[in-house]
C-alpha cells in the first residue's frame, strides 16, 4: 500500500510498504477514506525528529471503512464506516475507567513514562503505524472505533478523531463561567473549533492569531479576534476589552512552537542538527519549548481564572513565571484529549442538518495522498489560504 513516511526534518514522502494484517484478536483493518494533517504531525515535521525513525508511518486522524476484524472483535464488522481516535485506549482499565482513555493503562508506554499509545507519533507513543496510508491496523478496536452513519461526506465526521473532542476538551478543561469570557490563542484548526464550541456554548470569545486567513475563517463563525502581526501588546488588548481585568479563562492552542521567543528557537534549531542519541536526551531533559503564547496567556487570564494548555509542549525544565501564576491564582488543566470521552456530546451535532459547528466549513483542502509533501508543506508554511488539509488515499 501507499503510505505517507517521515525521513526528517521537513521530509515526508510517500512510499510503498507492506500491507497492514492482523496481528491480535483485537485488532481491525480499515480502508482509510480521509486522514487529517494536524499541528501535531508539524512538531514530528520540525522539532521532534529524535524520537522518529525513518520510514516511520505518520497520521492519526483516520477514518474509513472496517476491512476486516480479528477473532475477538464484536463490535464492528466488514463494511462499517468508522472514525478512529488517535489515542489507542482498551475501555476497561483503571483508568479507562475514569474516562482517561488518553492514560490507557494496557497501552500506556511505560518503557518511556509516556500515558495512552498515539497512532502515528514516536517512540514515545509506542511507535505504532500511523493513518495516513491507504490501510490502518487498528489495535483495541473492541473499544477505539466510533461508527458514524452513511451517507454525508467523511468532513461532517473525520474530525471526531482528534479536532473535535480536543477542543471540547480545551473547553471543558477551561471551565468558563455561565455568562463568562474566553481567550484563544492560536487559530489553527484546535484553536478555530474551540472557538466555536465556546460560542455555542454560549460564551464570549477572543481569538488571537497573526495569520490572516485563520482570522477571517474565525471572524466568518462570529468570533471577535485580536491579529497578533499588527498588535504588539496582545494581553494588554484582551484587559482592554475586558474592563482591565482579562478573560475568565484562555485556551493556549499553540503549544511548543509558538512565534515570538527567540531563545528556544535556537534551541529548538540545535537539538534538529545535532545526531539522535544526543538530541532525545537533551530535548527530555531540558526547555526546549517557545514559551511565547503560554506566558500571553497566563498575562491574559484575570486574576483567579483557568488557563486551559491543548497546545503540545515537550520539555522537561521550561522556565514557568512562579510568581506572577502563584500571585494571580491561576488554575491550569492540560493534557492530550481523552477522545472518546467527548464522542457523545459531539455526535449530535454532527448529524444536525444546521451543522452548528460549521464542520463543512472547515476543510480548507483536501489532496490526494500521493501530495503529502506538498500538503505538509502548505500546512506548515499556512500558505494558500491552509488551515485544515485532509488526505485521501
Ligand atoms: N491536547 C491534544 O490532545 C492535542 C490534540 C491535537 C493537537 N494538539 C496541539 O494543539 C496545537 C494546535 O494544533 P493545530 O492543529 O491547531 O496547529 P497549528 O500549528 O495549525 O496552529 C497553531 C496556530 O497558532 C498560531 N500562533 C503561533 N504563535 C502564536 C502566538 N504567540 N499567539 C497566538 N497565536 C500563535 C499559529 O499562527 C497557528 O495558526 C498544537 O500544539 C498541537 O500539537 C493537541
Ligand atoms: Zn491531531
Ligand atoms: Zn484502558
Known amino acids: 500500500m501507499k503510505a505517507v513516511t517521515w525521513h526528517g526534518k521537513r521530509d515526508v514522502r510517500v512510499e510503498e510498504v507492506p500491507d497492514p494484517a492482523i496481528k491480535e484478536p483485537n485488532d481491525a483493518i480499515i480502508r482509510v477514506t480521509s486522514s487529517g494533517i494536524c499541528g501535531s504531525d508539524l512538531h514530528l515535521y520540525e522539532v521532534l525528529g529524535p524520537f ?5 508511518i505518520l497520521g492519526h486522524e483516520p477514518m474509513g471503512i472496517v476491512e476486516e476484524v480479528g477473532s475477538g472483535i464484536s463490535t464492528i464488522k466488514p463494511g462499517d464506516r468508522v472514525v478512529i481516535p488517535f489515542n489507542i485506549a482498551c475501555g476497561h482499565c483503571h483508568m479507562c475507567g475514569m474516562e482517561l482513555y488518553a492514560q490507557c493503562e494496557t497501552t500506556q ?7 495512552a499509545a498515539l497512532f502515528g507519533y514516536t517512540k514515545l507513543y509506542g511507535h505504532v503505524p500511523g493513518g495516513q496510508a491507504e490501510y490502518l491496523r487498528v489495535p483495541e478496536a473492541q473499544f477505539g472505533p466510533i ?3 452513511e451517507g454525508p461526506p467523511d468532513e461532517r ?7 473535535l473532542p480536543t477542543s471540547w476538551q480545551a473547553v471543558e478543561y477551561a471551565h468558563i463561567p455561565e455568562g463568562g469570557s474566553v481567550a484563544v490563542f492560536g487559530l489553527g484548526p484546535i484553536g478555530q473549533m474551540s472557538a466555536r464550541i465556546a460560542r455555542h456554548l454560549g460564551h464570549r470569545v477572543i481569538g488571537v492569531d497573526g495569520v490572516t486567513a485563520r482570522l477571517e475563517m474565525a471572524r466568518r463563525h462570529g468570533i471577535e479576534v485580536v491579529d497578533a502581526s499588527e498588535v504588539s501588546d496582545v494581553p494588554g488588548e484582551i484587559r482592554q476589552r475586558t474592563d482591565g481585568r482579562g478573560t475568565d479563562s484562555v485556551i493556549d492552542a499553540v503549544g511548543m512552537e509558538a512565534h515570538g521567543s527567540p531563545a528556544a528557537k535556537l534551541a529548538q ?7 539522535d542519541v544526543v538530541a532525545a536526551p537533551l530535548m527530555a531533559n531540558a526547555g526546549v519549548d517557545r514559551l511565547a503564547a503560554l506566558n500571553q496567556a497566563i498575562d491574559s487570564v484575570r486574576r483567579g481564572g483557568v488557563i486551559s494548555i491543548t497546545g503540545v509542549y515537550g520539555g522537561m525544565t521550561d522556565p514557568m513565571p512562579m510568581l506572577r501564576m502563584f500571585d494571580k491564582g491561576i488554575t491550569i488543566r492540560m493534557g492530550q484529549a481523552n477522545v472518546r470521552k467527548w464522542i457523545s456530546a459531539l455526535m449530535p451535532l454532527l448529524t444536525d442538518d444546521t451543522d452548528p459547528l460549521g464542520v463543512m466549513d472547515f476543510t480548507t483542502h483536501r489532496m490526494p495522498l500521493e501530495q503529502a509533501p506538498e500538503a505538509y508543506e502548505m500546512f506548515q508554511k499556512k500558505a494558500d489560504g491552509a488551515v485544515k488539509i485532509l488526505l485521501k488515499p
Do not use: N, Q
Open 157 to 163: 465526521f473525520v474530525y471526531l478523531s482528534d479536532v
Open 147 to 149: 461508527k458514524v452513519p
Open 269 to 275: 534549531t540545535i537539538t534538529g542538527l545535532l545526531p
Open 109 to 115: 508506554v511505560r518503557e518511556h513514562g509516556m500515558g
Open 52 to 56: 522518529m525513525a525513518e520510514g516511520d
